[in-house]
């Protein structure tokens, strides 16, 4: 009942026009894992980071490697 929520991952995403993107806030240091479009630098949120487990959920679902993961502040 007042368990730990599981995220809600979405549709996967077209590498060719979005990047992944580890959006970290310098005063909080909440961190929310999504994608960024290449033309227009929109970002859409996908999941908010908590713990490396979650870090490694949205790597793991996304095919996706640490280094290609981008980190904006």
Do not use: H, N
């Not at 992944?20 to 999504?34: K, L, W, Y």
């Not at 490694?56 to 640490?66: D, I, N, R, S, V």
């Amino acid at each position: 009942m007042f368990g730990k929520k599981k995220p809600v991952l979405r549709e996967s995403f077209d590498r060719e026009k979005e990047y992944p993107v580890i959006r970290s806030s310098i005063c909080t240091g909440e961190q929310v894992a999504g994608f960024k479009e290449k033309e227009s630098g929109r970002f859409r949120e996908i999941l908010c980071i908590r713990s490396r487990e979650d870090q490694k959920l949205f790597l793991e679902t996304y095919g996706l490697g640490l280094e290609e993961v981008r980190r904006e502040w």
